[in-house]
């Protein structure tokens, strides 16, 4: 059974840095692209950023391009997602998601999901 199981999320004052992370199983981890979402209340899901499978290419959405770095660890089935800065915009669930074949920033290509981590920036 595949399994992604996120972490790390809470509550972060404004500016301060957080690192979520995704554990995978029951799949063959370095086979896939991997990637972050986040979902808001009455907001669509919004694209974060993604891998690929080597870590060698990766992608970011524009509202976090150069605060959110991704990264991935594949022998211990780990992605991580690096977020500096944080703003309460940023207060979301944080899902992680793999895809075998997929355009990183459409979600419904996207092959399984985990149950998210909730993030809370606020003073």
């Known amino acids: 059974e595949v399994q992604l199981v996120e972490s790390g999320g809470g509550w972060v004052p404004p500016g301060g840095p957080l690192r979520l992370s995704c554990v995978a199983s029951g799949y063959t981890f370095r086979d896939y692209e991997i990637g972050w979402f986040r979902q808001s209340p009455g907001k669509e899901r919004e694209f974060i950023a993604a891998i690929s499978w080597s870590g060698g290419m990766t992608e970011y959405g524009e509202s976090v391009e150069g605060r959110f770095t991704i990264s991935r660890d594949n022998a211990d089935k780990t992605l991580y997602l690096h977020i500096n800065a944080l703003k309460p915009d940023d207060t979301a669930v944080y899902y992680c998601?793999?895809?075998?074949?997929?355009?990183?920033?459409?979600?419904?290509?996207?092959?399984?999901w985990g149950q998210g981590t909730q993030v809370t920036v606020s003073s």
């Open positions: 998601a793999d895809c075998s074949i997929c355009r990183p920033t459409n979600a419904s290509e996207y092959d399984y």
